[in-house]
């Protein structure tokens, strides 16, 4: 029988003085981003990161952001969690989220990154599980030191109590004898093992939202399966939101509910996990799922790819960002105006001036709205 997290008491009291804005009529929205945009300054110039971002993630969903390299995604969640390096800046835009048990939303665009108030939410209400956890877990603290500083930070607990809630933690990410290994150090354990001794820290005080970055990158391809299976149990155990990003496709058919596909600093397309492998709409997302690797080719294809690359993060690019490398795009108008996004389904939208009805050559699409 696995054990079950004490949820933290928050009845929102302590967020009342932080916000002026009630979410209204949005109680299963965890996280709304809107409009959002960051910028880095370097010696070469400004780059722009993310150039107007919306996104929603609900209550008890797994959430995929997908995209190539440099498109925005692990920005995204730097942003969320204001763990931005000093190099950058939110330069405009909202993240507006809602507390378990709270009527009000806190925008967390507009906190302070190193006051209290952002303390509170970071690492209690929104854990991050990174990339690699070799370079994120201390070498000279133990396994269960860290945890128990975590749970600690956030709850008022004794460290008799801290540790048994991190020995509960370490047998419910899957670690074998939890009782010896919660004294272990990082190099003492396996990839697979340190990969779950960092979702057991995430999960300490029991957050609302887990975001998970490319949290299988660095795994061979079993241990990556029992991870997601992992993940995927105990979103389902603890009615948590999951926010995955990945550039691995299989990874999100596999546990995402709804997926956002980025591009440049944008979403260009957001759906359904169905809507978006059964009938993608953006030529992006197209090209992203026409270079998977198919069982059944025949002997001897190559691969296919989308020509050109990724403009440099430096450039102002006119119209649409992906103009340039589009083999639909309409000239005049995909390389002179940014697309507006468009409704082409139910719950399924793009940034795409191929669905938009006053312009030539454009396709048949579903109700705009």
């Not at 979410?23 to 929205?29: A, F, Q």
């Not at 989308?306 to 649409?320: D, F, M």
């Amino acid at each position: 029988m696995q054990p079950t997290l004490t949820q933290p008491s928050n009845n929102g009291t302590e967020y009342a003085t932080l916000t002026a804005q009630p979410i209204v009529n949005r109680s299963d929205t965890l996280i709304d981003i809107h409009d959002l945009h960051v910028k880095f300054r370097t010696n070469e110039g400004i780059v722009h990161a993310l150039r107007g971002v919306n996104l929603q993630i609900r209550r008890g969903e797994t959430f995929g952001l997908v995209g190539e390299s440099g498109s925005g995604k692990s920005v995204t969640a730097q942003a969320i969690l204001r763990i931005i390096p000093t190099s950058g800046h939110i330069s405009g835009g909202n993240i507006l989220f809602t507390p378990r048990g709270a009527e009000q939303s806190l925008d967390l665009a507009q906190i302070n990154p190193h006051s209290c108030a952002m303390r509170k939410v970071r690492g209690r209400d929104i854990a991050m599980i990174f990339q690699e956890p070799m370079t994120s877990l201390s070498p000279v603290h133990t396994i269960g030191a860290q945890i128990i500083e975590a749970v600690r930070l956030h709850e008022k607990v004794s460290k008799k109590t801290a540790r048994d809630r991190a020995i509960d933690l370490l047998r419910l990410v899957g670690i074998p004898r939890p009782e010896l290994r919660v004294d272990s150090y990082s190099f003492e354990l396996s990839g697979g093992m340190r990969q779950r001794a960092m979702i057991a820290i995430a999960l300490s005080c029991d957050p609302s939202l887990l975001i998970a970055d490319e949290p299988t990158t660095a795994l061979d391809v079993t241990i990556q399966a029992q991870i997601l299976e992992l993940l995927q149990r105990l979103q389902e155990e603890l009615k948590m939101s999951i926010l995955m990003i990945t550039h691995n496709l299989g990874v999100i058919a596999a546990l995402a509910h709804r997926v956002a596909v980025m591009y440049l600093g944008q979403v260009v397309e957001e759906g359904s996990k169905e809507q978006l492998f059964a009938n993608p709409r953006h030529p992006y997302t197209q090209g992203l799922l026409h270079s998977v690797p198919r069982i059944g080719a025949p002997k001897g294809e190559r691969l296919w790819a989308i020509s050109g690359t990724v403009p440099s993060p430096y450039a102002q690019v006119i119209g649409c960002a992906f103009h340039p490398r589009c083999d639909q795009r309409i000239a005049g108008t995909c390389d002179l105006h940014y697309p507006a996004t468009r409704t082409v389904d139910q719950g399924h939208f793009t940034a795409c001036h191929l669905y938009e009805t006053d312009t030539p050559n454009a396709v048949e699409s579903a109700d705009h709205g």
